[in-house]
Protein backbone atom coordinates (compact mmCIF):
# COMPACT_ATOMS: atom_id res chain seq x y z
CA UNK A 1 0.00 0.00 0.00
CA UNK A 2 1.15 3.55 -0.88
CA UNK A 3 1.91 5.65 1.97
CA UNK A 4 1.99 8.79 -0.09
CA UNK A 5 -0.71 11.08 0.68
CA UNK A 6 -4.00 10.20 -0.42
CA UNK A 7 -5.52 12.80 -2.16
CA UNK A 8 -9.10 13.39 -3.90
CA UNK A 9 -9.67 16.29 -6.09
CA UNK A 10 -13.13 17.72 -6.46
CA UNK A 11 -13.56 20.60 -8.89
CA UNK A 12 -14.67 22.70 -12.09
CA UNK A 13 -12.23 22.97 -14.89
CA UNK A 14 -12.16 25.71 -15.30
CA UNK A 15 -9.05 27.24 -16.56
CA UNK A 16 -7.13 27.56 -12.89
CA UNK A 17 -8.55 24.24 -12.02
CA UNK A 18 -6.89 22.87 -14.61
CA UNK A 19 -3.05 24.67 -13.59
CA UNK A 20 -4.10 22.81 -10.12
CA UNK A 21 -4.47 19.78 -11.92
CA UNK A 22 -1.18 20.00 -14.18
CA UNK A 23 0.15 20.99 -10.93
CA UNK A 24 -0.95 17.98 -8.89
CA UNK A 25 -0.73 15.39 -12.13
CA UNK A 26 3.66 16.63 -12.43
CA UNK A 27 5.07 14.81 -9.50
CA UNK A 28 4.44 11.68 -7.98
CA UNK A 29 3.71 12.91 -4.54
CA UNK A 30 0.47 12.24 -3.98
CA UNK A 31 -2.20 9.21 -4.44
CA UNK A 32 -4.97 10.23 -6.14
CA UNK A 33 -7.83 8.29 -5.28
CA UNK A 34 -10.03 10.04 -7.13
CA UNK A 35 -11.14 13.23 -9.30
CA UNK A 36 -14.42 14.14 -8.74
CA UNK A 37 -16.48 17.23 -10.88
CA UNK A 38 -19.01 19.32 -10.09
CA UNK A 39 -20.87 21.85 -11.84
CA UNK A 40 -20.00 25.41 -11.39
CA UNK A 41 -17.71 27.39 -13.85
CA UNK A 42 -19.70 25.44 -16.46
CA UNK A 43 -22.29 22.85 -16.54
CA UNK A 44 -21.43 19.27 -15.49
CA UNK A 45 -20.81 17.92 -18.61
CA UNK A 46 -17.92 20.46 -19.92
CA UNK A 47 -16.22 20.39 -16.88
CA UNK A 48 -16.20 16.40 -16.28
CA UNK A 49 -14.97 16.73 -20.28
CA UNK A 50 -11.92 19.43 -19.31
CA UNK A 51 -10.77 17.02 -15.83
CA UNK A 52 -10.36 14.20 -18.61
CA UNK A 53 -8.84 16.14 -21.25
CA UNK A 54 -6.44 17.50 -18.51
CA UNK A 55 -5.42 14.29 -17.28
CA UNK A 56 -4.92 12.47 -20.88
CA UNK A 57 -2.77 16.11 -22.19
CA UNK A 58 -0.81 15.57 -18.49
CA UNK A 59 -0.48 11.73 -19.17
CA UNK A 60 -1.94 10.63 -16.55
CA UNK A 61 -4.03 7.88 -17.89
CA UNK A 62 -4.58 6.11 -14.62
CA UNK A 63 -7.39 8.74 -13.88
CA UNK A 64 -10.30 7.80 -12.06
CA UNK A 65 -12.88 10.69 -12.74
CA UNK A 66 -15.97 10.77 -11.12
CA UNK A 67 -18.99 13.43 -12.30
CA UNK A 68 -20.66 14.36 -9.59
CA UNK A 69 -23.51 17.26 -8.77
CA UNK A 70 -25.02 18.59 -12.33
CA UNK A 71 -26.51 21.76 -9.70
CA UNK A 72 -26.49 22.98 -6.41
CA UNK A 73 -27.81 22.01 -3.36
CA UNK A 74 -30.89 24.56 -3.23
CA UNK A 75 -29.93 27.34 -6.10
CA UNK A 76 -29.72 27.12 -9.80
CA UNK A 77 -26.78 27.33 -11.07
CA UNK A 78 -24.64 30.00 -11.50
CA UNK A 79 -21.32 29.82 -13.97
CA UNK A 80 -18.70 31.43 -15.22
CA UNK A 81 -18.25 31.72 -19.18
CA UNK A 82 -16.97 35.30 -18.83
CA UNK A 83 -14.39 34.16 -17.28
CA UNK A 84 -13.03 30.48 -18.46
CA UNK A 85 -14.89 30.25 -21.67
CA UNK A 86 -17.53 28.42 -23.51
CA UNK A 87 -16.23 25.56 -23.04
CA UNK A 88 -14.58 26.02 -19.68
CA UNK A 89 -11.05 25.93 -20.99
CA UNK A 90 -10.35 28.93 -23.34
CA UNK A 91 -6.87 29.28 -24.15
CA UNK A 92 -6.19 25.29 -25.89
CA UNK A 93 -7.65 23.26 -28.23
CA UNK A 94 -10.55 21.08 -26.77
CA UNK A 95 -11.08 17.76 -27.80
CA UNK A 96 -13.30 15.07 -26.14
CA UNK A 97 -11.00 12.43 -24.41
CA UNK A 98 -11.07 9.16 -24.57
CA UNK A 99 -10.34 8.60 -20.71
CA UNK A 100 -13.43 6.97 -19.64
CA UNK A 101 -15.42 8.47 -16.67
CA UNK A 102 -16.00 5.38 -13.75
CA UNK A 103 -19.39 4.92 -13.52
CA UNK A 104 -20.31 6.20 -9.85
CA UNK A 105 -21.51 9.33 -9.15
CA UNK A 106 -18.71 11.57 -7.42
CA UNK A 107 -20.15 11.88 -3.31
CA UNK A 108 -21.36 7.83 -3.76
CA UNK A 109 -17.67 7.49 -4.44
CA UNK A 110 -16.57 10.29 -1.50
CA UNK A 111 -18.44 8.29 0.53
CA UNK A 112 -17.03 5.15 -0.35
CA UNK A 113 -13.36 5.73 -0.29
CA UNK A 114 -13.88 7.57 3.08
CA UNK A 115 -16.15 4.96 4.82
CA UNK A 116 -13.17 2.59 3.88
CA UNK A 117 -10.31 4.83 4.78
CA UNK A 118 -8.26 4.96 7.92
CA UNK A 119 -9.28 7.92 10.48
CA UNK A 120 -7.60 11.29 9.57
CA UNK A 121 -5.92 9.49 6.39
CA UNK A 122 -7.24 11.13 2.87
CA UNK A 123 -7.34 14.73 2.20
CA UNK A 124 -9.74 16.40 0.17
CA UNK A 125 -8.85 19.19 -2.36
CA UNK A 126 -11.69 21.41 -3.16
CA UNK A 127 -11.42 24.22 -6.00
CA UNK A 128 -15.36 24.21 -6.91
CA UNK A 129 -19.01 25.21 -5.45
CA UNK A 130 -18.55 22.77 -2.57
CA UNK A 131 -21.61 20.53 -3.73
CA UNK A 132 -20.20 17.13 -3.74
CA UNK A 133 -18.49 17.21 -0.45
CA UNK A 134 -21.67 18.12 1.53
CA UNK A 135 -23.63 15.55 -0.27
CA UNK A 136 -21.40 13.19 0.56
CA UNK A 137 -21.40 14.40 4.63
CA UNK A 138 -25.22 14.64 4.31
CA UNK A 139 -25.25 10.88 3.24
CA UNK A 140 -23.03 9.79 6.16
CA UNK A 141 -21.84 12.24 8.44
CA UNK A 142 -19.33 9.74 10.15
CA UNK A 143 -16.88 9.75 6.76
CA UNK A 144 -16.08 13.05 8.26
CA UNK A 145 -13.69 11.28 10.71
CA UNK A 146 -11.49 9.80 7.75
CA UNK A 147 -10.61 13.43 6.67
CA UNK A 148 -7.27 14.56 6.93
CA UNK A 149 -7.71 17.59 5.82
CA UNK A 150 -10.17 19.67 3.62
CA UNK A 151 -7.84 22.30 1.48
CA UNK A 152 -10.02 24.53 -0.35
CA UNK A 153 -10.25 27.45 -2.37
CA UNK A 154 -13.50 29.97 -1.55
CA UNK A 155 -14.31 32.65 -0.02
CA UNK A 156 -12.93 36.81 0.76
CA UNK A 157 -12.20 38.77 3.55
CA UNK A 158 -9.76 41.93 3.13
CA UNK A 159 -10.72 41.68 -0.89
CA UNK A 160 -14.39 41.98 -1.81
CA UNK A 161 -15.79 39.57 -3.85
CA UNK A 162 -15.26 38.95 -7.51
CA UNK A 163 -18.66 37.60 -8.33
CA UNK A 164 -20.87 40.07 -5.68
CA UNK A 165 -19.30 43.05 -4.25
CA UNK A 166 -18.54 40.67 -1.41
CA UNK A 167 -19.11 37.24 -2.37
CA UNK A 168 -16.24 34.68 -4.07
CA UNK A 169 -17.72 32.67 -7.02
CA UNK A 170 -17.30 28.95 -5.78
CA UNK A 171 -18.93 29.65 -2.27
CA UNK A 172 -21.39 31.95 -4.21
CA UNK A 173 -22.79 29.13 -6.34
CA UNK A 174 -23.57 26.60 -3.75
CA UNK A 175 -23.80 28.56 -0.11
CA UNK A 176 -25.60 25.98 1.56
CA UNK A 177 -23.05 23.24 0.78
CA UNK A 178 -20.78 25.59 1.90
CA UNK A 179 -21.41 26.16 5.38
CA UNK A 180 -22.32 21.90 5.79
CA UNK A 181 -18.64 22.04 5.18
CA UNK A 182 -17.37 25.09 7.33
CA UNK A 183 -19.77 23.13 9.68
CA UNK A 184 -17.97 19.80 9.57
CA UNK A 185 -15.33 18.51 12.28
CA UNK A 186 -12.88 18.24 9.91
CA UNK A 187 -9.45 20.43 9.62
CA UNK A 188 -10.54 23.01 6.64
CA UNK A 189 -7.22 25.26 5.19
CA UNK A 190 -9.19 28.22 3.46
CA UNK A 191 -7.24 30.02 0.39
CA UNK A 192 -9.68 32.94 -0.46
CA UNK A 193 -9.46 35.55 -2.29
CA UNK A 194 -7.24 37.68 -0.02
CA UNK A 195 -4.36 35.00 -1.03
CA UNK A 196 -5.36 34.37 -4.37
CA UNK A 197 -4.55 37.88 -5.29
CA UNK A 198 -1.09 38.14 -4.10
CA UNK A 199 -0.12 35.19 -6.76
CA UNK A 200 -0.92 37.11 -10.13
CA UNK A 201 0.89 36.12 -13.28
CA UNK A 202 2.80 38.65 -15.46
CA UNK A 203 4.46 39.36 -17.81
CA UNK A 204 7.75 37.80 -15.69
CA UNK A 205 5.50 34.44 -15.35
CA UNK A 206 4.65 34.52 -18.80
CA UNK A 207 8.26 34.85 -19.89
CA UNK A 208 9.43 32.11 -18.04
CA UNK A 209 6.70 29.50 -19.02
CA UNK A 210 7.68 30.47 -22.67
CA UNK A 211 10.86 29.28 -22.33
CA UNK A 212 9.55 25.93 -20.98
CA UNK A 213 9.88 23.17 -23.72
CA UNK A 214 7.01 20.79 -23.45
CA UNK A 215 3.84 20.02 -24.45
CA UNK A 216 2.36 20.54 -21.14
CA UNK A 217 3.66 23.74 -20.29
CA UNK A 218 2.67 24.64 -23.82
CA UNK A 219 -1.03 24.44 -22.75
CA UNK A 220 -0.69 25.60 -19.24
CA UNK A 221 0.79 29.11 -21.12
CA UNK A 222 -2.27 29.35 -23.66
CA UNK A 223 -4.29 28.87 -21.03
CA UNK A 224 -2.76 31.23 -18.73
CA UNK A 225 -2.33 33.81 -21.28
CA UNK A 226 -6.37 33.54 -22.12
CA UNK A 227 -7.11 33.86 -18.22
CA UNK A 228 -5.09 37.25 -18.13
CA UNK A 229 -7.62 39.06 -20.19
CA UNK A 230 -10.82 38.50 -17.38
CA UNK A 231 -9.37 40.67 -14.35
CA UNK A 232 -8.04 44.07 -16.45
CA UNK A 233 -10.41 46.37 -15.10
CA UNK A 234 -9.03 45.35 -11.40
CA UNK A 235 -5.46 45.43 -11.90
CA UNK A 236 -5.05 47.55 -15.20
CA UNK A 237 -2.48 45.36 -16.33
CA UNK A 238 -2.66 41.59 -18.20
CA UNK A 239 -2.32 39.69 -15.35
CA UNK A 240 -4.52 36.23 -13.77
CA UNK A 241 -4.44 35.45 -10.14
CA UNK A 242 -4.05 31.83 -9.54
CA UNK A 243 -7.11 30.95 -7.10
CA UNK A 244 -7.26 27.36 -7.62
CA UNK A 245 -3.34 26.41 -7.89
CA UNK A 246 -3.10 27.74 -4.31
CA UNK A 247 -4.34 24.50 -2.44
CA UNK A 248 -1.76 21.85 -4.44
CA UNK A 249 0.83 25.02 -3.69
CA UNK A 250 0.18 24.74 -0.17
CA UNK A 251 -0.06 20.68 -0.03
CA UNK A 252 3.45 21.15 -1.78
CA UNK A 253 5.07 24.02 -0.14
CA UNK A 254 3.33 24.61 2.70
CA UNK A 255 6.12 27.70 4.09
CA UNK A 256 4.28 29.86 0.86
CA UNK A 257 1.30 30.32 3.28
CA UNK A 258 0.50 32.45 6.36
CA UNK A 259 -2.20 31.21 7.55
CA UNK A 260 -4.53 32.36 10.76
CA UNK A 261 -7.26 30.12 13.10
CA UNK A 262 -10.59 31.37 12.50
CA UNK A 263 -13.84 31.07 12.71
CA UNK A 264 -15.79 31.53 9.12
CA UNK A 265 -19.68 31.45 8.19
CA UNK A 266 -20.96 31.81 5.18
CA UNK A 267 -24.49 33.70 4.33
CA UNK A 268 -26.66 31.69 3.07
CA UNK A 269 -30.06 33.67 2.22
CA UNK A 270 -29.50 36.85 2.96
CA UNK A 271 -30.56 38.59 -1.36
CA UNK A 272 -27.53 41.16 -1.02
CA UNK A 273 -24.58 39.02 0.44
CA UNK A 274 -25.14 35.75 -0.59
CA UNK A 275 -22.05 33.53 -0.10
CA UNK A 276 -20.39 36.33 1.90
CA UNK A 277 -17.56 34.69 3.84
CA UNK A 278 -17.73 36.30 7.43
CA UNK A 279 -14.13 35.31 8.35
CA UNK A 280 -13.60 35.98 12.27
CA UNK A 281 -9.95 37.61 11.66
CA UNK A 282 -9.68 39.32 14.89
CA UNK A 283 -11.71 37.39 17.09
CA UNK A 284 -15.25 39.42 17.45
CA UNK A 285 -17.03 36.56 18.35
CA UNK A 286 -16.97 33.61 20.67
CA UNK A 287 -17.30 31.01 18.16
CA UNK A 288 -14.65 28.03 17.55
CA UNK A 289 -11.98 28.59 15.18
CA UNK A 290 -13.44 25.98 12.75
CA UNK A 291 -10.49 26.80 9.71
CA UNK A 292 -7.13 27.76 9.42
CA UNK A 293 -7.22 31.42 7.14
CA UNK A 294 -4.87 31.75 4.64
CA UNK A 295 -4.11 35.38 4.28
CA UNK A 296 -0.60 35.61 3.07
CA UNK A 297 1.11 34.26 0.06
CA UNK A 298 5.09 34.74 -1.32
CA UNK A 299 4.61 35.04 -4.54
CA UNK A 300 8.17 34.56 -5.97
CA UNK A 301 7.92 30.81 -3.90
CA UNK A 302 4.83 30.71 -5.81
CA UNK A 303 5.82 30.92 -8.59
CA UNK A 304 9.06 29.20 -8.67
CA UNK A 305 6.88 26.41 -7.35
CA UNK A 306 4.53 26.44 -10.48
CA UNK A 307 7.79 26.77 -12.70
CA UNK A 308 9.48 23.88 -11.59
CA UNK A 309 6.49 21.52 -11.56
CA UNK A 310 5.81 22.53 -15.86
CA UNK A 311 9.70 21.97 -15.94
CA UNK A 312 8.92 18.05 -14.92
CA UNK A 313 7.04 17.27 -17.91
CA UNK A 314 9.13 15.44 -20.47
CA UNK A 315 9.32 16.36 -24.05
C1 LIG B 1 -12.97 30.46 -8.17
O1 LIG B 1 -14.03 30.64 -9.07
C2 LIG B 1 -13.80 29.92 -10.24
O2 LIG B 1 -14.18 30.65 -11.37
C3 LIG B 1 -12.35 29.55 -10.24
O3 LIG B 1 -12.14 28.32 -10.89
C4 LIG B 1 -12.01 29.47 -8.77
O4 LIG B 1 -12.26 28.18 -8.25
C5 LIG B 1 -12.35 31.82 -7.86
O5 LIG B 1 -13.28 32.63 -7.27
CA1 LIG C 1 -12.56 26.29 -9.69
Known amino acids: MSDKPKLIIDCDPGQDDAINLIMALAGDEFDILGITTVAGNVGLKKVTRNARLICELTGY????????????LKLPLATAEFIHGKEGLDGIEIFEPALPIVSMEASDFIVEALSAANEKSITLVVTGPMTNIARALQKVPNIVGAIKEIVLMGGAFREGGNMTPSAEFNIYVDPHAAQIVFDCAAPKIVFGLDVTYQVLTGADVIERIEAIDNPVAKAALGILKSYERTDTARFNDQVAPLHDPCTMAYLLKPEIFKLKACNIQVE????????????????????????????????????DLLIDRLKLYGS
Open 61 to 72: ERAMIFAGASKP
Open 268 to 303: VDAELTRGHTAVDFWNRTELPKNSLWAYEADRDMFF
